[in-house]
């Protein structure tokens, strides 16, 4: 049973474009919601991460929106650069110290 | 920001041999650690989560006696996976928090078994 649902799988965006990629959770005790960029060989690294008490989060050109309602959530990459060409991980864990699931990933590719 | 290291980045062994992965928070003390493995182009696996002090809690699924896992202080964490074979060959991640501060990921260990 996979509890964090992410699309799509791959994305190819043109440079200077947006980069949407979804998520959707099923457990209603999550309450923190990170997304996680990872480029080949390296670990995941935290990008953004947003909790329930607010609809939209923004840092540069990423931003997260959150609807509570709907249970998901999305990352927007502003003015995609081939640089950001990565792999993108959603997760969510409940209060405290608890593990993150993680979805499925989506590969973009950011082309010029 | 918080840095994770671990070591070693690669390992390449004969089936048999046990390998010791190293997690290291460099610069805040790591009151949870969390061990995954990640198989190409697939998701993070959480296989344990380790607090200090404590035993490991390991996800269902995952060998406890396969994957060792200690972490003795708030900075170190090791997973011995043991008796290694070809199909434990994986990439292993670590991940450390503090409190309930966001986890912080290693670069992770490419383990290869001939």
């Known amino acids: 049973q996979q509890q964090v649902k992410q699309s799509p799988q791959s994305l190819i965006v043109q440079k200077g474009g947006i980069s949407i990629i979804n998520c959707a959770y099923e457990?209603?005790?999550?309450?923190?919601f990170p997304w996680y960029q990872q480029f080949p060989g390296k670990g995941p690294a935290l990008l953004i991460a947003?909790?329930?008490?607010?609809s939209e989060k923004k840092e540069g050109r990423f931003t997260i929106s959150f609807n509570k309602s709907a249970k998901q959530f999305s990352l927007h990459i502003m003015d995609s650069q081939p640089g950001d060409s990565a792999t993108y991980f959603c997760?969510?864990?409940?209060?405290?110290?608890?593990?993150?699931?993680f979805g499925k990933g989506t590969r973009l590719s950011v082309i010029a | 920001g918080a840095v994770v290291s671990q070591h070693p980045s690669r390992v390449i062994c004969k089936s048999g041999t046990s390998v010791k992965i190293e997690c290291r928070s460099l610069?805040?003390?790591?009151?949870?650690m969390f061990w995954y493995r990640q198989f190409p182009k697939q998701s993070l696996m959480l296989m344990a989560t380790?607090?200090?002090?404590?035993?490991?809690?390991?996800e269902q699924g995952v060998e406890k006696d396969k994957f060792l896992i200690n972490h003795a202080s708030l900075t170190l964490s090791t997973l011995t996976v043991t008796s290694a074979h070809p199909e434990d060959s994986s990439f292993y991640i670590c991940?450390?928090?503090?409190?309930?501060?966001?986890?912080?990921f290693g670069d992770g260990t490419r383990l290869s078994i001939l």
């Open positions: 380790s607090n200090e002090g404590s035993k490991a809690t390991y």
């Open positions: 947003i909790r329930p008490d607010v």
């Open positions: 997760a969510a864990s409940s209060a405290g110290n608890t593990p993150l699931v």
């Open positions: 457990n209603t005790a999550f309450d923190y």
């Open positions: 610069d805040f003390q790591a009151t949870t």
């Open positions: 991940s450390a928090s503090q409190g309930s501060q966001p986890q912080h």
